[in-house]
């Protein structure tokens, strides 16, 4: 289970519930601060403080005193009726560059944004800023902005899907360079032919199909910035050419003697350990020196799992923008997936984010919704559901045989991290409930009185929990 990461200061009780709701919808775990009695590393680690309706400054204070070491991070969510905006919101408030403005009523895609620091800013350009608040990802956006000012070239180094070419988007939008284009090039997916004519451009009759004059990616990209993706993909010979061209910044189209100069700048990304490929003599030596003059390494997903929540709400914030559906993960999924390894890294999440909002609009994603790997260890709730249904009913044929040696004792077992008890109880109940609809084929009434509750009781529940299927009254 994830660490209290938002301080909620709300002392009207209806806005402090809308404001929790839509932070847990944003994958967030917020604590109201009257609620907040002591604060410890093993189970807070804040992110963010949020300051509405104040009625006691005293009480306020005392609460927002909780923050510790964090004030000096966290960024600061001021409803815009707020009484402490004079307080917090001047120019000689520490907390002035770290202010986020909430309006009412709340719009998720608004506080989303807020969170991430991406409020506009009319004072100056806003920075593409990658996404995530851990140790990791605050060192790579630190080093995004250090090197970006500059022409150096950079060699952004890291698994497959782990946001290599956001990373040169970034230093590109960051740099004075960022009105010229932005060209990108996969080294590994072009045949090694077509290489040389992709990078350089060609004449008209150089070869066989050379029908026109066209330009190049170094062309292309004059006054901008040229990525090159996969570079430890490339081919010896075309090494060689770019090296030429690194060097001295002239380049011939494929049939011409004519030489051209060129202003770009060079970013490159691999997955592939370069060193190795060195040592292998798949690699040049000397492009690796010339290419890594600013080597940035991305990290996995893995070594920065508690920006899952952040992660998730921009992936939603992509698909509204495409009209499919938000995805909602209950407190149960979220922990099951910091558990799975990602070998896909944010690519393989994003994938996921959007398969889920396919088969589960406006419904709030449970453990068992998960496709099977990425539920781990953790106790599946339509183990539980139909374990308890089939104890409920007699009818043993409800549990696959599988599930039939699961002893009893196992279904009330703490896990040795233990659980949010109101998130496992609310799994039961939708696992339960959907075992019922199955065995009575998606009739309510007969479901209702399978679980021994009132017709009307079960239809509120199908509404509290986004079931909404075809169902026969």
Not at 119 to 124: T, Y
Not at 237 to 265: A, H, I, W, Y
Not at 280 to 299: A, I, K
Not at 318 to 325: E, K, Y
């Amino acid at each position: 289970m994830g660490k209290f990461d938002v301080l909620v200061i709300e002392s009207d009780h209806r806005r402090a519930e809308s404001v929790i709701s839509a932070l847990e919808f944003l994958g967030y775990r917020p604590q109201r601060g009257d609620e907040c009695a002591t604060v410890d590393e093993s189970t807070h680690a804040w992110r963010a403080v949020y300051v509405g309706t104040v009625r006691d400054d005293a009480e306020a204070e005392q609460q927002f005193a909780q923050l510790g070491g964090a004030a000096a991070h966290a960024m600061v969510l001021l409803a815009t009726d707020s009484e402490w905006i004079a307080r917090l919101g001047t120019d000689a408030s520490p907390f002035s560059a770290r202010i986020g403005m909430v309006e009412f009523p709340l719009r998720y895609e608004q506080l989303s944004e807020v969170l991430r620091g991406q409020a506009p800013a009319p004072s100056r350009r806003p920075e593409l800023r990658l996404v995530g608040s851990s140790a990791p990802m605050s060192r790579v956006n630190a080093l995004v902005r250090q090197v970006a000012p500059f022409d150096s070239s950079v060699l952004v180094l890291g698994e497959s899907g782990t946001g290599k070419e956001m990373v040169a988007r970034a230093i590109h939008d960051c740099s004075s360079r960022r009105d010229k284009p932005f060209v990108a090039i996969n080294c590994g997916a072009i045949p090694a032919e077509l290489l040389e004519s992709e990078l350089f451009g060609h004449e008209k009759g150089a070869f066989t199909g050379a029908i026109a004059t066209r330009k190049g990616r170094f062309e292309l990209a004059e006054g901008g910035t040229l990525f090159l993706d996969e570079i430890g993909d490339m081919p010896l010979p075309m090494q060689v050419k770019l090296l030429r061209v690194l060097q001295e910044r002239v380049f011939e189209r494929v049939g011409s003697n004519r030489t051209q100069r060129c202003d770009v700048r060079i970013i490159a990304a691999t997955h592939r350990n370069l060193e190795a490929a060195i040592a292998n003599g798949h690699f040049r030596e000397d492009l690796y020196y010339r290419l890594s003059v600013f080597p940035l390494e991305m990290p996995a997903l893995r070594e920065h799992l508690e920006d899952l929540p952040e992660l998730v709400a921009e992936f939603n914030q992509r698909l509204s923008r495409r009209g499919l559906a938000n995805v909602r993960f209950s407190a149960g999924a979220m922990h099951a997936l910091h558990g799975y390894g990602w070998p896909g890294n944010v690519r393989e999440l994003c994938n996921l984010v959007e398969r889920l909002s396919i088969l589960y609009p406006h419904a709030e994603v449970r453990v068992s919704d998960l496709p099977e790997k990425y539920r781990g260890q953790q106790v599946i709730e339509e183990v539980r559901g139909t374990a308890l249904l089939s104890l409920m009913t007699g009818q043993s044929s409800v549990m696959p045989e599988p599930m039939a040696v699961v002893p009893t004792d196992s279904l009330v077992m703490l896990p040795e991290g233990g659980l949010d008890l109101k998130d496992h109880l609310a799994d039961i109940e939708v696992g339960l409930i959907r075992q019922a609809l199955d065995v009575t084929g998606g009739v309510v009434a007969h479901a209702a009185k399978l679980l021994r509750m009132q017709r009307t009781t079960l239809v509120e529940k199908l509404r509290k929990y986004g079931l909404q299927p075809s169902l026969q009254a």
